[in-house]
């Protein structure tokens, strides 16, 4: 017996017609996919509440924007000095070449993969609850991508001849040289900014044309631009889901092979502490676990700054934070094998370099254990704390100040003790200042974002949330969903 379901096409300003039930929680289909949330929420309202934040910025929003702005802007100056004085400004000597620059690289750029990476997964594995949340997550990747990338530019001796690094033809054919970890972290962020953007872009469409329709004068113009005509047709639907599952697939070996990357860029030496051959699946699992951390404090702000209670619900900080709890698992075995097999190798060099670590670094390393292992296993087991906002949100503070802490202990303890060379490293005001102007400059990102785009997929979540229970047909009971078009 076939049975088809018609597509609906109502009016934007309408509201979709719900079952006079809602849709039955505990069934056997209750995990295939549905979406957390009301299932009395009408298109409408779901339009309403997702899109406040694209209203008219108030003076709280215009001063966070500020904060974040003279914050980026003390950073600049700061570079600016920087490059008058030269990359001595940083504290850098020898033999620590590398510091707060590349140690700030790190850390952004496992910050940014996360975002996109759980999204992805989640398409992947039907999980209805992350439509509330994909939004914010590949949001979060594109401003962190774009902090991680400006600083291989400010690392480098001659910030002006950045464009050296790119395979351009040029009349004396000089060509990159591959055999530069440099020229693989500007390799490897460009292709996953690139990724990421069109992965994000492409799901905003839909929410591009609802804009559209609800929006006058110059915001209209500008909306109709980014929709890129979309009407809703089920042609351009079967496109844009065939697409997500192109790039769905695509983004995790790209994920994978960043991070890989950036691992390499410090496991292809020689250096003591730096020569393992377990830095690229380590430095993956770092990657997610600092990012599964920043995605935590990124659901807790947009959830409280929008009044988004309705839509970001305890039951996603729990779904996130047995993810979370799953992830720091692994980070603590590779973290602590990692320095087991230091000490199992009984080579000089590598025993010195640990007596070095945990002297020299023993505060450090403390940071790392209290904040990355004592606190976060505790909170995470207990379901109760998963269910409250707020402890996760110190959560993901405490793993992120964990994560920042380990990426210090990779870079700087294992030059400072290399087989010929020794010295020390203390971070001066000019990295300093660094450091905070990138935060700044996630802040101003992200914030101005806010304003431009809905942080809650409107598309993706009404899907979600229209779904009907239809009885009949050879299997009993299966799931309709009414697809809302956009009419142009």
Not at 50 to 75: N, Q
Not at 150 to 175: A, C, D, K, S, T
Not at 258 to 285: K, Q, R
Request: glycine share 10%; charged share 15%.
């Amino acid at each position: 017996m076939a049975t088809s379901v018609a597509t609906v096409r109502p009016d934007l300003s309408a509201d979709l017609v719900h079952p006079a039930k809602p849709p039955v929680r505990d069934g056997p289909l209750a995990d295939a996919g549905e979406a957390v949330g009301s299932p009395k929420a009408t298109a409408s309202q779901i339009n309403t509440d997702l899109t406040r934040s694209l209203r008219p910025a108030g003076r709280l929003w215009w001063a966070v924007l500020g904060f974040f702005g003279a914050v980026t802007g003390w950073g600049a100056l700061v570079f600016a000095y920087q490059i008058y004085d030269g990359m001595g400004a940083y504290g850098n000597n020898r033999p620590v070449y590398w510091a707060l620059p590349i140690i700030n690289f790190v850390f952004w750029a496992g910050v940014a993969l996360s975002g996109t990476m759980i999204s992805a997964i989640l398409r992947l594995l039907h999980a209805g609850w992350r439509r509330s949340l994909t939004r914010m997550t590949e949001t979060l990747t594109v401003c962190a991508l774009a902090v991680a990338g400006v600083f291989p530019l400010l690392h480098i001796g001659r910030n002006w001849v950045f464009y050296f690094m790119l395979p351009y033809p040029n009349e004396r054919q000089l060509w990159p040289n591959y055999g530069s970890p440099l020229l693989w972290d500007a390799t490897a962020i460009s292709v996953y900014l690139i990724t990421s953007v069109i992965f994000w872009y492409a799901g905003l469409i839909p929410d591009f044309a609802t804009v559209r329709d609800r929006t006058l004068g110059w915001r209209r113009a500008v909306y109709t631009a980014l929709c890129l005509g979309w009407r809703g047709t089920d042609r351009e639907w079967r496109r844009l889901k065939v697409l997500f599952g192109i790039l769905t697939v695509m983004i995790i070996p790209v994920f994978v092979s960043l991070h890989t990357i950036v691992g390499w860029d410090f496991g292809m030496s020689i250096v003591p502490g730096w020569h393992e051959n377990i830095f690229a699946p380590y430095f993956v699992c770092g990657a997610l676990y600092s990012g599964c951390g920043a995605v935590l404090i990124i659901m807790f702000l947009v959830r409280q700054a929008f009044h988004l209670e309705q839509y970001v619900l305890p039951q996603h900080f729990d779904n996130i934070g047995k993810i979370l709890f799953t992830i720091s698992l692994l980070w603590f075995y590779f973290f602590a094998g990692d320095a087991w097999a230091d000490w199992f190798s009984r080579d000089p060099t590598h025993i010195h370099w640990l007596y070095y670590l945990f002297h020299g670094y023993r505060w450090v390393l403390a940071t790392i254990i209290v904040f990355g292992i004592l606190v976060p296993f505790p909170l995470l087991a207990l379901g109760k704390v998963r269910r409250t906002p707020w402890l996760m949100l110190l959560v993901g503070l405490s793993v992120n100040i964990a994560m920042f802490s380990e990426r210090v202990v990779v870079v700087i303890p294992p030059p400072s003790r290399n087989v010929l060379t020794w010295g020390n490293y203390t971070p001066d005001w000019v990295g300093i200042s660094i450091t905070v102007g990138a935060v700044g400059l996630f802040g101003f990102l992200y914030t101005l974002l806010t304003k431009f785009i809905p942080m809650v997929s409107l598309w993706e979540y009404k899907e979600g949330e229209t779904q009907e229970w239809v009885v009949g047909g050879p299997s009993g009971a299966f799931f309709a969903v009414v697809r809302e078009e956009t009419i142009g």
